[in-house]
């Protein structure tokens, strides 16, 4: 007998996020989908980002930085490593790889994954290169589109 992990419900990524220090915010479950926000400093120096996951049963988790408009920081640069430019929507990891998979709670992977993300996005700011690695994707390629949630 073969067991298949389904993943983590979106009440489970609910109780994970809304327990974790690293993610304090706010949140709701509706049908299966978790809606997730809260506010980000990757450095003690850094400036303070308001960002939303959202997370649909079985599929992947959206990213996005709410505040401050990181299009109007580029300064008319294109973002890199984004799926979406507005509303920017962050590509942290590489989908169809195993990189992320429902059974990992969003808490231990996506929250730091984005901190990083905008350590490397500030650093991006100030030098013009992407030190942060990874492979770089099309705009609108990626998970969910912004209103298909709920």
């Known amino acids: 007998m073969h067991f298949q992990h389904k993943g983590l419900s979106a009440s489970e990524q609910y109780f994970c996020l809304s327990t974790a220090p690293i993610c304090r915010g706010k949140g709701s479950v509706r049908r299966q989908?978790?809606?997730?926000?809260?506010?980000?400093?990757?450095?003690?120096?850094?400036?303070?980002?308001?960002?939303?996951?959202?997370?649909?049963?079985?599929?992947?988790?959206?990213?996005?930085?709410?505040?401050?408009d990181l299009v109007t920081l580029s300064n008319g640069r294109r973002l890199p490593h984004v799926y979406q430019q507005h509303p920017t929507r962050l590509?942290?990891?590489?989908?169809g790889v195993g990189?992320?998979?429902?059974?990992?709670?969003?808490?231990?992977?996506?929250?730091?994954w984005c901190?990083?993300?905008?350590?490397?996005?500030?650093?991006?700011?100030?030098?013009?290169?992407?030190?942060?690695?990874?492979?770089?994707?099309?705009?609108?390629?990626?998970?969910n589109a912004t209103n298909s949630f709920y």
């Open 115 to 143: 901190y990083l993300w905008l350590f490397y996005f500030e650093d991006w700011l100030g030098t013009g290169e992407w030190r942060g690695g990874g492979v770089h994707p099309r705009e609108n390629h990626g998970t």
């Open 33 to 68: 989908s978790l809606l997730w926000e809260f506010e980000a400093r990757p450095t003690i120096l850094s400036r303070l980002y308001r960002v939303r996951i959202q997370y649909r049963y079985g599929g992947k988790p959206d990213v996005y930085v709410l505040e401050p």
């Open 91 to 95: 590509c942290l990891f590489l989908p």
């Open 99 to 112: 990189e992320w998979l429902p059974y990992m709670p969003i808490d231990r992977t996506i929250v730091p």
